[in-house]
């Protein structure tokens, strides 16, 4: 097995707790304008003398079994801020410009981006893919403030961390923002030697990549973004798209033969976030040992858990016939949902993530706005509370953006119809601006769909031909997945009878009378 050999030695620690809610609850977001790299010819472009690129060893991260190059890039006059670059060399030799990889949050790290590289593959054959740590957070100096692997889930007490974090922290919160961040981006351009980049950027990451688009147009050939946070969108608004999604899979379950058997489960939904009592929150079963939680699930948390589920279509898939166990005092399939991104990779640097999300995102949303967007929804303000909350003690001053200039560069938009973060109509309603784009939305799809079926193939068509219109007709075999059915997951046969109640765990006869090869069939199959 390759050993992990990076520069600065770090690996990122487990996500638990609260940071599990918050850290699928950010968004990556790139951004880029154009102005005048349409008229820039290629003789132009050749003739950019750009400097030679820095020292690199080879190195391996987690997700990718090829090696990488691996730099320190030094950001700062003085040289003592340096950033944390990893490089998937193209294989036949980077013909094509190269496309850098943004990550979310704010807060997460471009690095953990790596197991992206999979299905980008041919991609990577003409193209570096490039994907660099923004500072205070991976491996560029993490600003964690200690909330990692023990963080507390009770939202008083993570403020209460934060604050001694912020009160410790000096100046530091007050110099880190996207400003500095696309400056930053800049910078290792440079210093790559790249005349010409593209970007790609997942959910905040979009947002990074349209700013980097209108302050360096020139430095920009093409965007591709993915969970698209627009400029002028206040994406930690997200009651309403996380109702929207769950509304989505309620059309989707009822069209399910094995689903609709379940009834009327977003009822018992409701009833069960409304009624949560302290009983039920002590003895919760915990999703790692199965024993009583240590600490009281709070009604909040397990809708943080449903909403976060929404992000994966496969985890979502799950959600009705947990919900229909929970209803007969079974919690522990529930119990499982809540815990399937308890150990995720890709955790927020929250030290990164307020500086950014208190300075740029909430500085401009009100209680008004946040009662608004709450009402009528089964998450109502669980998911803003944490930052609302947050922001009261971590002091910074907004950085608001300039209204975005018109842009001409070729840009690939993606969409989940069911995003519960950046719906499709972020994408559609809010980026006029842009006069060359096009959009796929993939029906059923959840938050960041770059992976997705023939989806890295129409990336890698736009890239390689970003005037064309793209066939998108192939979108169309993507589908969700197979709901679950009972304990062992999906039903093996597309239709059974009698599937609601009899998969929800009352159908005991009928597997003793099948015997147990029939009731391994129905049950434990996989479509």
Not at 155 to 173: H, W, Y
Not at 235 to 244: G, Y
Not at 348 to 376: H, K, P, Q, W, Y
Not at 380 to 393: A, H, L, W
């Amino acid at each position: 097995m390759k050993k992990e050999r990076v520069f600065d030695g770090r690996k990122r620690p487990i996500a638990r707790g609260l940071r599990r809610w918050l850290g699928m609850s950010s968004l990556c977001v790139l951004a880029g304008t154009l102005t005048s790299v349409a008229s820039m010819t290629q003789a132009e472009s050749a003739a950019q003398v750009m400097p030679a690129p820095p020292a690199s060893e080879t190195c391996y991260v987690d997700g990718w079994a090829e090696s990488l190059q691996c730099y320190r890039i030094p950001v700062s006059d003085d040289g003592k801020v340096a950033l944390s670059v990893l490089v998937a060399p193209a294989v036949n030799g980077g013909q094509h410009e190269p496309l850098y990889l943004l990550a979310g949050g704010p807060g997460q790290a471009a690095s953990d981006l790596a197991r992206l590289l999979n299905p980008l593959r041919k991609l990577n054959r003409g193209r570096d893919i490039v994907m660099v740590d923004r500072r205070g957070g991976g491996r560029s100096d993490a600003f964690d403030c200690g909330l990692g692997v023990d963080a507390p889930s009770n939202v008083e007490q993570f403020v209460a961390k934060l604050a001694v974090c912020r009160i410790n922290s000096g100046d530091r919160p007050l110099t880190i923002n996207s400003r500095q961040t696309v400056a930053d981006l800049e910078a290792v351009r440079k210093a790559l030697g790249h005349a010409r980049i593209s970007l790609w950027g997942g959910s905040w990451g979009t947002r990074t990549a349209l700013l980097y688009q209108q302050w360096y147009p020139e430095s920009l050939q093409s965007l591709v973004l993915d969970g698209v946070a627009p400029i002028d969108t206040q994406v930690f608004l997200a009651a309403t798209a996380a109702e929207s999604a769950l509304v989505e899979l309620q059309q989707a379950c009822s069209g399910d033969p094995v689903c609709a058997g379940f009834g009327d489960w977003r009822t018992q939904l409701d009833a069960l976030l409304a009624n949560w009592t302290d009983e039920q929150a002590r003895n919760f079963p915990d999703p790692l040992t199965g024993k009583t939680v240590d600490e009281p699930l709070e009604a909040w948390v397990l809708a943080g858990a449903v909403r976060t589920a929404l992000y994966d279509p496969g985890a979502a898939a799950q959600l009705p016939f947990a919900v229909d166990q929970a209803g007969r005092g079974n919690y522990v399939p529930l119990s499982g949902i809540v815990g399937l991104f308890a150990e995720m990779e890709g955790a927020m640097s929250m030290g990164l993530t307020f500086s950014v999300a208190c300075a740029e995102e909430m500085n401009r949303i009100s209680v008004e706005d946040i009662a608004s967007d709450a009402a009528g929804t089964f998450i109502g303000d669980g998911f803003i509370r944490v930052f609302s909350e947050g922001c009261k003690v971590w002091p910074v001053p907004a950085q608001p953006y300039d209204a975005p200039q018109p842009r001409h560069h070729p840009v690939l938009l993606i969409s989940g119809s069911a995003d519960p973060i950046t719906p499709p109509k972020y994408a559609d309603e809010q980026l006029a601006y842009l006069d060359h784009k096009q959009h796929l939305v993939v029906q059923g799809g959840g938050h960041i769909n770059s992976m997705r079926g023939c989806v890295p193939d129409l990336i890698l068509e736009f890239l390689d031909h970003p005037q064309a219109e793209l066939d998108q007709n192939c979108l169309g075999d993507i589908h969700r997945p197979p709901f679950t059915a009972g304990n062992f997951g999906p039903a093996l046969l597309p239709e059974l009878p009698e599937a609601g109640s009899r998969l929800a765990g009352e159908h005991q006869q009928e597997e003793d009378n099948a015997g147990p090869e029939m009731a391994g069939d129905v049950e434990g199959g996989q479509q």
